[in-house]
């Protein structure tokens, strides 16, 4: 049977064109499987194109990339700091990049005692007992935090503890991995300062709260004033403090979670500690317990003893664990980069860091409070929310278009509609890496841009006007997603 195709349409192929050179086949050749065999676009031709257009066909799509190394990444709740190359040239080192999972232990004793010592660093500069690397982003170390506090109640025969708490101004992913590990979701209100509602707070834990999940700074960008309450209220009530480390990157060297009433809590290294970020990953969402819960973390986890005088690492299995949880031991090229990053900065290098975060974040903030509405109008952490409600309530230009025109100077746009709890929010995050000059320069492109929704507020509500690619249908886009790849012309 003939297959009739049609011809697939390359933008930059002709033919006779190749990109290589061969030697004349000296065996005798094989032909193809039948057409109906192959692949798409294998079974109708592929791309005839010199090496050069191959060269610049892909050097072309990689520039169309937003990354931090080409941009200012202001994505507020993502922590886009530049990650240092020399991370990356450590986690190259043969010794280390080479190295397989399962190798004998005696031969990986490096790569063990990194791991080792990376656990006592994060146990240490959070405030902590123990540790496990074995999550593999933030989401992930949540659901291995709460499902600790789930096994803890169970080992103390507390299966009525069917409830977890959630600030309204909690991240997403908190509520979402509650539900997962089988918890009914209570949603506890801020006050007007930003703030866990104390009275509210008191109202809704009881004999069936299992904890409290608490992002310190929250996703307002603002430590919460009575974050010590807030934990003598759900311990007295029997239920365990959970922190979501996300926004770590604020109180580096400056007061430790642990210290403050924090049972468990998960760390970003792609965040805080400057491993690679973005692009589907990998991350990697290491989890600190307090001693309590140090028997429910995955297994295993490092440990050391002493043999025959010299210092001996391996994989210690834990007691009441709540199971594997990643494959082999975790992203361990992450844990080589968060290590030299630590190793690098030391302690008062990293309390410098979450000092020049926080005085960035408020520069912004000062800066721009005149020009854009500020709910919360306080001393942030490393990051803070504007609202678009002014621009929207006189011109129509909502934060969405504000975001999009962005695009046009240069920027990736920061967070937008979210926390919730703030209409039209535009979440900002500069970070510690981002020097003044960039900061004056985006503070003036801001302005220029609501001066833009006062004047010619179409010119906003169209954009982005000069982007490879312009403003998407968002809505169809949801409704009706085309996730395959589509070869015919």
Known sequence: MTVQLEPLIYEISQPGRKAFSLPECDVPGSPLPDVTLLRDPARIGLPEVSELDVVRHFTHLSRLNYSIDGGFYPLGSCTMKYNPKLNEDVARLSGLSEIHPLQPEETVQGALQIQYELQQYLAEIAGFEAVTLQPAAGAHGELVGVLTIRAYHRAHGDFARTKILCPDAAHGTNPATAAMCGFQVITIKSDKRGNVDL?????????????????????????????????????????????????????????????????????????????????????????????????????????????????????????????????????????????????????EGLRTVSENAVLNANYLMNSLKEVYELPYDRTCMHEFVLSGRRQKANTGVKTLDIAKRLLDYGYHSPTIYFPLIVEEALMIEPTETESKTTLDKFIEDMCQIACEAEEEPDLVKNAPQNTPVQRLDEATAARKPQVRFRCFG
């Open 199 to 347: 009275n509210h707070l008191r109202q809704m834990v009881g004999p069936d709260t299992a904890g409290l999940m608490l992002t310190n700074p929250n996703t307002l960008g603002l430590f919460d004033e009575n974050v010590l309450e807030v934990s003598e209220i759900v311990h007295q009530a029997g239920g365990l403090m959970y922190g979501d480390g996300a926004n770590f990157n604020a109180i580096l060297g400056i007061v430790r979670p642990g210290d403050l009433g924090f049972d468990v809590m998960h760390i970003n290294l792609h965040k805080t500690f400057s491993t690679p970020h973005g692009g589907g990953g990998p991350g990697s969402g290491p989890v600190c317990v307090k001693a309590l819960l140090a028997p429910y973390l995955p297994s295993p986890v490092v440990d050391k003893e002493e043999k025959k005088g010299q210092t001996h690492y391996f994989f210690r299995e834990v007691s009441e664990t709540i199971g594997k949880v990643r494959s082999f031991w975790g992203n361990f090229g992450m844990h080589v980069r968060a290590y030299t990053y630590i190793r690098v900065h030391g302690a």
